[in-house]
C-alpha cells in the first residue's frame, strides 16, 4: 500500500468516526434551525396580516 493511500484511508475513517460522533448534535442544531425559521416565518405572517 501506497503511503498516499494510506493517508487517505485514515482521513476516510477519523471523517467517519467524526460523523457518527457528532450525528446527534448534527441534528439537534438542524431541527433548531428549521424551528426558528419557522418562528421567524409564523411572526413576520402575524405582523404582515395585523399590519
Known amino acids: 500500500m501506497p503511503p498516499e493511500q494510506i493517508l ?3 482521513v476516510a475513517l477519523a471523517g ?3 460523523v457518527t460522533s457528532l ?3 448534527l441534528l439537534t442544531l438542524v431541527l433548531v434551525g428549521i424551528v426558528l425559521i419557522f ?3 409564523l411572526y413576520n405572517v402575524a405582523v404582515v396580516v395585523a399590519g
Open 39 to 41: 418562528c421567524v416565518g
Open 23 to 25: 450525528w446527534k448534535q
Open 16 to 18: 467517519a468516526v467524526l
Open 8 to 10: 487517505a484511508t485514515l
